[in-house]
């Protein structure tokens, strides 16, 4: 049973350029949820995809962006990438939507460098 | 505003004593609070959870203690070992939001 998947592993980009990260979800999970974490923080949620939609948001500005398939895989968008924005960027699934019925389990992450 | 928040951001423990990781929140419509490890270069790992109707829950060698009337959270591990060493986070789930902590690094010395 394959857990949480995400790639790339690593990424570095310029100023000004846009990434897309992809997430496969843990086998019967239905939800994607995206993080943001610096690097010695904790992750910081940006959004929430079910059923194809974006469900819940945190407060990331409209550069990011997201995308859900019918096969519950999901991409993240960062457009106009800031140096701000290098970080570690964590999937996390989850059964259903509602994130306090059930345990998200996370991805390994893709770390993303902006130079 | 509200925020999860941890008292200790390192914890250095000796291989085989007890450690207690602790954890404040201030959210009080937070209903639901999990403990996560983070090893180096991986993602968040669940470790054990438990809602605000429990003020204790076991599991295999870990215990999650919740106060609710302090808001207060802590994690205890026993007889801690060299594979515990890695950074624990605790998260608080409320109206559908989840909130980390920044984290504490426990370091366990052989």
């Known amino acids: 049973d394959a857990g949480v998947t995400q790639s790339p592993t690593h990424l570095i980009k310029t100023r000004g350029q846009q990434v897309t990260l992809r997430c496969s979800p843990k086998?019967?999970?239905?939800?994607v949820s995206w993080y943001q974490q610096a690097l010695g923080q904790g992750p910081q949620f940006i959004f929430q995809?079910?059923?194809?939609?974006?469900?819940q948001r945190g407060n990331f500005p409209d550069r990011f962006s997201g995308h859900q398939f019918p096969n519950y895989s999901s991409e993240l968008n960062v457009n106009a990438l800031l140096l701000g924005d290098s970080a570690l960027y964590l999937c996390?699934?989850?059964?259903?939507?509602?994130?306090?019925?059930?345990?998200?389990?996370f991805g390994p992450g893709t770390r993303l460098t902006v130079l | 505003g509200e925020s999860v928040g941890l008292h200790l951001p390192t914890l250095s423990v000796q291989e085989g004593d007890n450690s207690i990781i602790n954890c404040a929140y201030s959210n009080s419509a937070s209903d639901y609070f999990i403990w996560y490890k983070q090893e180096s270069g991986k993602g968040p790992q669940f470790i054990i959870d438990?809602?605000?109707?429990?003020d204790k829950r076991q599991g295999q060698r870990v215990t999650v203690l919740l106060n609710k009337t302090v808001k207060h959270l802590s994690l205890q591990i026993a007889a801690t070992q060299p594979g515990d060493s890695a950074v624990y986070f605790c998260?608080?789930?409320?109206?559908?939001?989840?909130?980390f902590g920044a984290g504490t690094r426990l370091t366990v010395k052989p």
């Open positions: 995809y079910y059923e194809e939609e974006e469900r």
């Open positions: 438990i809602r605000s109707n429990m």
């Open positions: 996390a699934s989850s059964l259903g939507f509602s994130s306090s019925t059930d345990t998200q389990y």
């Open positions: 086998s019967g999970h239905d939800t």
């Open positions: 998260a608080e789930i409320g109206n559908n939001d989840m909130r």
